[in-house]
C-alpha cells in the first residue's frame, strides 16, 4: 500500500467532527472517504490490422497509436469511427473498528468482453490494511498506530473530542481501491437511437 494511505488514514483522527458529520458517519466513530475519477473519451481514427495497431483521436485532434496485443480480445470488431472510453477510479475509506490486530489483505478482479462484442475490459484492484491504536496521549491530543510490518507512527488530532471517541485496541481500517475501465462502442447504435427518439417526438 502507498504510504499516502497512511497519511489519509491519519485524517480519521484529526477531521473535526463537523466535517465526519457532513460525510455521513457516525459520530460515534471518526471516519474519511474520497474518490476521484477521471473519462476519457477518444475516437478511432485509423486501424493497422496485421499491425494490431489503433490510431485514436482526442476532442482537441490530437492522435496516439496504441498496440493491442493478444489480450485485447475481440480485435476484429473494431472500427473507425468508433468511440473508445476509459475510466480511471481511486477511492480510499478508513473508519475505526473495535479491538483487533494489524493485517493487511488484497485482491484484484478483472472482467473482459464476451466473444463477437466490441472489446471492452476492466480491473480493480483493493488493498486493506488495519492498523492497531497502541497508545492514546488525551493531553497531548495524540494517538499511536501501529501496522501489520510493526511500524509506529503517532498523529495529532485537531479536534481532541475525536480521541474521546476511540480507545487502545481499536483498529484503524484503510481500504485503498485502483480501477481502470475501457469499453468501445459504435457511434452508429447512438445515432439511430437518437433519429428514433426524434422521430417519435414530432408525432
Known sequence: MRRITWLAALLALAL???A????GTSAASPAFSAVVKETRKFTISAIDKPGRVVTLKNAAGDTASVECGDEVKNFAQLKVGDVVKTTYTEA??????????AEATSETHTSRAKPGEKPSGGIMERTTAKAKITAIDKVKGTATLQTASGESFTVAADDKANLDKVQVGNT???TYTVAHAISVTSPTATKSASTKSSTKSKG
Open 92 to 101: 480510499l475509506t478508513v473508519h475505526v473498528e473495535g479491538a483487533g490486530e
Open 172 to 174: 484503524v481500517v484503510v
Open 16 to 18: 473535526p467532527l463537523a
Open 20 to 23: 465526519r458529520a457532513q460525510q
